[in-house]
């Protein structure tokens, strides 16, 4: 079963707008990650944020992590048509595996 | 591009056979884990293998099987497939299974008729 949702399940924006996806999840966690997929490829690694961390930025990327609302976000800022992908967040707690969400698919338009 | 390859790309098999997938883990990574995606789902944990040994096991039934080697490569094998059995097979590697990014290979694709 998935550990939580991502919303919205799709997004589709123009080149230049910022794009915010939202992950939920159920259990506590040691850290969350995001991961990118291009049409059912593999998944690319995007940020990790640890439980204690709150915040952090990766180049366009900026993520939030909010552990009391069991919630994390992902911004990406300035999108460009090749930011068109699937993107989940995962969360681990104890040994490393990986629950996924249900992902949102986003498309950016030139 | 990560250095964790995966064989074959694509696969396609009948319903009762059985299969085997491979995957070499980024140079340095002792953690391979494998994961299973339905299309248009996330995916769902398999099991990952620690230095030769299972560390830890999903919700999927004995049929699907693993084995890590020396050099850290793995194999998935699932026996008796059945039709829900298609889906990209994706593996990942690590370095230890405490908490470190995992790396994904471009997966395969298997077809069950």
């Known amino acids: 079963s998935q550990q939580g949702e991502e919303d919205p399940q799709a997004l589709s924006i123009q080149e230049g707008e910022n794009a915010t996806m939202n992950c939920s999840y159920k259990?506590?966690?040691?850290?969350l990650q995001w991961y990118r997929q291009n049409s059912g490829r593999g998944l690319v690694h995007l940020i990790l944020?640890?439980?204690?961390?709150r915040e952090k930025h990766s180049g366009r990327l900026r993520v939030t992590l909010d552990t009391s609302k069991k919630s994390s976000s992902l911004l990406i800022t300035a999108s460009r048509a090749a930011d068109t992908a699937s993107y989940f967040c995962?969360?681990?707690?104890?040994?490393?595996?990986?629950?996924f969400g249900t992902g949102t698919r986003l498309l950016v338009s030139p | 591009e990560t250095g964790v390859t995966q064989s074959p790309t694509h696969l396609i098999k009948t319903r009762g056979q059985q299969v085997t997938l491979r995957c070499s883990s980024q140079?340095?990574?002792?953690?391979v884990s494998w994961y299973q995606q339905a299309l248009g789902q996330g995916p769902q944990f398999i099991f990952q293998?620690?230095?030769?040994?299972?560390?830890g096991r999903g919700n999927f039934p004995p049929r699907f099987s693993g084995l890590q080697f020396p050099n850290y490569s793995s194999e998935l094998n699932v026996n008796a497939l059945e039709l829900d059995d298609s889906a990209l097979y994706l593996c990942?590697?690590?370095?230890?299974?405490?908490?470190?990014?995992?790396?994904f290979g471009p997966g395969t694709r298997l077809t069950v008729t």
């Open positions: 995962a969360t681990s707690l104890g040994f490393q595996k990986l629950v």
């Open positions: 259990t506590s966690i040691n850290n």
């Open positions: 944020i640890r439980s204690n961390e």
């Open positions: 140079s340095g990574h002792n953690t």
């Open positions: 293998y620690y230095r030769e040994e299972e560390n």
């Open positions: 990942a590697s690590s370095l230890g299974w405490r908490g470190n990014e995992q790396y």
